[in-house]
């Protein structure tokens, strides 16, 4: 179904959205719906009031629908909208950097998508989401995705969807549902938990609830006295866990079911996931820099990891699931590692043993994991000699054996090679990353030393991109190796330099 | 290859004015100057002898701050404008070099606050299209500065990609 085209070529969003706008709209406004109601309960007339906001709501909402248009030429897209102060939004077409297709239940009941168009970092102004065609028909919506990130634009006035013709797509990853068995080490579920808890004590709070007069939580209450403090802690942290890998699992499954990940012809990437609000990122193939493997320590364990992009023009996102830059969700490490080297086309940057950084290195660890531990374990301990606490707070010093194995791993952890075109990092314990970024897509140098750095002859080497997480560290790396990246990343930067 | 593994970077090749020194010292002599204040409303308030203590060595630290600071940090902070390549050193305890190739760098701005007006000083922070690595050169002379900046702007006008 083609949509209507006034002469100058603006068409209009999906009619359908006239159902969903309401819906959005009236569902935001309810604190304020309630608010009114309760206001004028004593009156009552509150029903009224009610029932005025709620249709003032609905016809304001209506208006987006009538006043919004769009228009796509040769050269760049226009969104004009606003009732009393009308706006343009204009977006060159060789400036767009990616095209996110979105649809919530509530569009995907209705056949409809919401089509965010991003130009990316150029664009200082405070416009994060670029410019949105929220409703256009999910057909129109993806023939409109691969028409800006090929510039084949297809006449608009003959819309009728054939000269676009199917793009040819190749596979990388399909989404398998195995993988759910790492969601719970994944942790995304930790923050949800917490929120939660958070508000459910609030709530208990703020309704004046003590809850020591609670019947059931009175009795184990009581219990408590009896009972050995011990088992009812190991409960508590059953509890938690479960609870976390509960909510780290439906939070995977959710923003993850129906994973898939293609490459167009055109080079671009392609990911589209999601169980009830579906999502379709690309990412243009000049934008791409670079793929990084990431490997939280739980995950690490069980034999995971997950793959994301290092693209110009896309923010990384926290936790496992937020941004667009999620190239494979937690999966086997054997599934992320060949995902990565098919994104890069070569796998030597994702598997080839890396250059250690020497026993120096090493020793800054172990001073930096001990030194802080022992520097905390002595003023406790100095305090418990002198308040007289029990002596089992000598226990505490067992503490010294994760801090060393900690340190230990990430010695193990920190490398670095230049390979295959690829300047490759990789550092971190608690999550260990492999990052691996084209050369020629280091824009910067920043070369750290602390005191101690200085005295051991090593630095903190950043290459500045201007991707992803804009600087990658290759820490307590010597001297004379950190200006040989330099020199082989930025060709002729450092002539005249040298003494 | 081999040279390349013996070769030492060296510094950049020119100092900052030497009237950043000043600017360093009564910037730090102000932040000292607040905490001492504080220290002896509370004296006065308080009246103990520990509060006198710590406001004796409060200013002895500040002190020697001020005298070593300045001076190390002016022989630490350096620029060179290498013809490829921006390229500075900032720093006293903890030191940073920055590089940042001419044909990546998109914007070269000066910028003079209150008190660097005061010592004449101007400085220029060049960025690329990472937010990781803007280079900053503190402390110049403003005739100085106005020149690198020219002469950065017209070599960057020359470069034709969109520098990311």
């Known amino acids: 179904v083609s949509l209507p085209i006034d002469s100058d070529g603006w068409r209009r969003l999906s009619p359908r959205m006239l159902l969903i706008h309401p819906v959005v709209e009236v569902t935001k406004s309810i604190p304020l719906l309630l608010g009114v109601l309760f206001a004028g309960s004593h009156s009552g007339t509150g029903a009224y009031w009610g029932l005025g906001v709620a249709v003032v709501v609905i016809v304001l909402s209506l208006t987006r629908w009538f006043t919004t248009r769009y228009r796509i030429d040769d050269d760049q897209i226009q969104l004009r909208h606003g009732l009393l102060r009308r706006q343009t939004v204009n977006a060159r077409l060789d400036r767009v950097r990616t095209v996110d297709v979105t649809a919530h239940l509530l569009h995907r009941v209705l056949g409809l998508s919401r089509v965010t168009i991003g130009t990316g970092t150029s664009d200082r102004r405070r416009r994060p989401d670029g410019l949105t065609l929220d409703g256009v028909d999910t057909d129109d919506a993806q023939r409109l995705r691969a028409e800006l990130l090929h510039h084949v634009l297809a006449a608009p006035e003959q819309g009728s969807g054939e000269q676009a013709g199917p793009l040819r797509e190749q596979d990388l990853a399909i989404f398998d549902p195995a993988w759910i068995r790492y969601a719970p080490f994944n942790l995304s579920g930790a923050v949800t938990a917490l929120a939660v808890v958070g508000f459910a004590l609030r709530i208990v709070n703020d309704a004046h609830v003590d809850l020591a007069k609670v019947g059931p939580l009175r009795h184990a209450g009581n219990d408590v006295t009896s009972a050995s403090l011990i088992g009812i802690v190991v409960i508590a942290v059953i509890v938690v866990l479960v609870f976390i890998a509960l909510t780290s699992t439906t939070g995977y499954v959710l923003a993850f079911w129906g994973f898939h990940l293609t490459r167009h012809e055109g080079g671009s990437l392609h990911v589209s996931r999601g169980l009830i609000t579906t999502r379709n990122t690309s990412i243009e193939h000049r934008r791409l820099r670079g793929v990084e493997l990431s490997e939280p320590l739980l995950l690490r364990w069980v034999g995971g990891a997950r793959t994301l992009a290092i693209a110009t023009g896309l923010r990384v996102g926290r936790g496992s699931e937020r941004g667009g830059t999620v190239l494979l969700p937690p999966a086997p490490a054997g599934e992320a590692i060949r995902v990565a080297a098919a994104v890069l086309e070569t796998d030597g940057p994702i598997v080839a043993p890396l250059r250690a950084h020497g026993p120096s290195a090493r020793r800054r660890r172990y001073v930096r994991a001990l030194g802080v531990t022992l520097l905390v374990l002595s003023i406790l301990l100095a305090i418990g000699l002198i308040e007289g606490w029990p002596w089992p707070l000598a226990l505490l010093a067992l503490v010294m054996v994760p801090a060393a194995l900690l340190a230990e791993d990430r010695y193990r952890s920190l490398g670095h090679l230049l390979t295959h075109g690829h300047l490759v990092v990789r550092s971190g314990s608690l999550v260990r990353r492999r990052v691996a970024i084209k050369q020629d897509g280091v824009i910067g140098w920043k070369m750290r030393r602390t005191f101690f750095q200085r005295r051991l002859g090593l630095m903190t080497l950043t290459a500045a991109t201007a991707a992803g997480r804009q600087g990658y560290r290759i820490i307590d790396v010597d001297l004379a190796e950190a200006e040989s990246v330099i020199a082989v990343c930025s060709p002729g930067v450092l002539d005249g330099l040298r003494c | ?164």
């Open chain 2, 1 to 164: 290859v081999a040279s390349l593994e013996n070769a030492r970077l060296r510094a950049p090749a020119h100092h900052v004015s030497p009237r950043a020194r000043w600017y360093w010292a009564t910037r730090a002599a102000g932040g000292w100057l607040i905490l001492l204040g504080v220290e002896a409303a509370a004296l006065f308030a308080v009246g103990i002898t520990p509060m006198a203590i710590t406001l004796v060595i409060t200013a002895l630290i500040g002190l020697a701050h001020l005298i070593v600071m300045p001076q190390w940090r002016y022989r630490v902070h350096t620029w060179e404008d290498a013809g490829g390549a921006v390229y500075t050193q900032t720093g006293w305890i903890t030191q940073e070099r920055r590089i940042a190739p001419v044909n990546r760098i998109q914007t070269v701005d000066t910028h003079r606050g209150p008190i660097e007006q005061l010592f004449r000083l101007s400085n220029i922070t060049v960025t690329t299209a990472s937010a990781a690595g803007p280079l900053r050169i503190h402390g110049l002379d403003r005739r100085t500065a106005d020149q690198l900046v020219a002469t950065l702007t017209q070599r960057t006008q020359a470069t034709e990609d969109d520098a990311t």
